[in-house]
């Protein structure tokens, strides 16, 4: 009789350590703050664009899930300016409001652990999460930890959810050991980085031309109509388009969390 309770209260505790470690989500940032455009010529301020963060991480956080930030050597992420303008947010002015004071006060995010940290950690996270904007195009696209969390992600089945001009991120992976090949992809449409360059930035960063780097690997790249609410899962992969796709991107990676959960069980 004792040795029952003894399994079973052992059992019990598992099981709560199991729920525990599967309500952590890894948020990998951006720690870049300057962009250079046409061959260098011209500077302007970059980062994470902010809705495409935070309504992310509200939508994680809502749901009972608990967030940890790793960012390149460990530095507090840049937001981007551009993104705190209100065209951004139309009717969610509040949220925005919620997330300037977020970005300012919250502890954890001006506290992230290094990509190294973040990759020792590894098996406590359920998901990862990468917040778009034109920063990580400097430093998460050159960082070695990049490819080896992706992979490890993938190899995993875990969610892993790449915002807008993250699922670029896909081509750090050497082609022949890429676990996306063949999947569906979104993020960033031509013609929005078209007007994005042409009219936001007006210059051209180095790394562009996205969705055709994507197809020439192999993915299937899908897109909506320029500012459509559109994102795309494809088993443990949620990819999503601009900074108006928060609502989609959020129910298809809670829809992967979900299911990812479940076979678990």
């Known amino acids: 009789m004792k040795t029952i309770i003894f399994c079973t209260t052992i059992a019990m ?58 960012t390149p050597n460990g530095i507090v992420a840049t937001i981007d300016e551009e993104s705190i303008n209100e065209k951004y947010w139309k009717d969610r002015l509040k949220v925005k409001n919620e997330a300037v004071a977020f970005v300012k006060k919250d502890r954890s995010f001006n506290n992230p652990m290094t990509l190294e940290k973040a990759i020792e950690n590894k098996a406590d996270y359920t998901g990862l999460i990468i917040p778009g904007g034109q920063g990580l195009m400097i430093d998460l696209m050159e960082n070695k930890s990049i490819p080896f969390l ?20 896909i081509l750090t992976i050497p082609e022949e050991e890429n676990p996306y090949f063949g999947f569906k992809v979104n993020s960033v449409s031509p013609f929005e980085e078209f007007v994005i360059e042409r009219f936001i930035m007006k210059g051209r960063p180095e790394n562009r031309k996205i969705a055709k780097k994507l197809k020439r690997l192999g993915l299937k790249y899908k897109c909506g109509l320029p500012k459509a609410n559109f994102a795309i899962k494809d088993r443990n992969l949620v990819t999503s388009q601009n900074p108006f796709s928060g609502s989609a991107f959020n129910k298809l990676y809670l829809e992967a969390l979900t299911e990812y959960l479940d076979e678990g069980l």
């Open 150 to 169: 992706l992979k490890h992600f993938a190899i995993k089945n875990k969610p892993t959810g790449l915002i807008c001009h993250a699922p670029s991120l």
């Open 13 to 70: 505790i598992s099981s709560i350590t199991l729920s525990a470690q599967n309500k952590k989500i890894l948020f990998v940032m951006s720690a870049a703050d300057t962009l250079e455009l046409n061959n260098g010529r011209k500077l302007r301020q970059t980062g994470v664009f902010l809705n495409e963060f935070y309504l992310a991480y509200k939508a994680v956080t809502e749901n009972g899930f608990v967030v940890d930030f790793a």
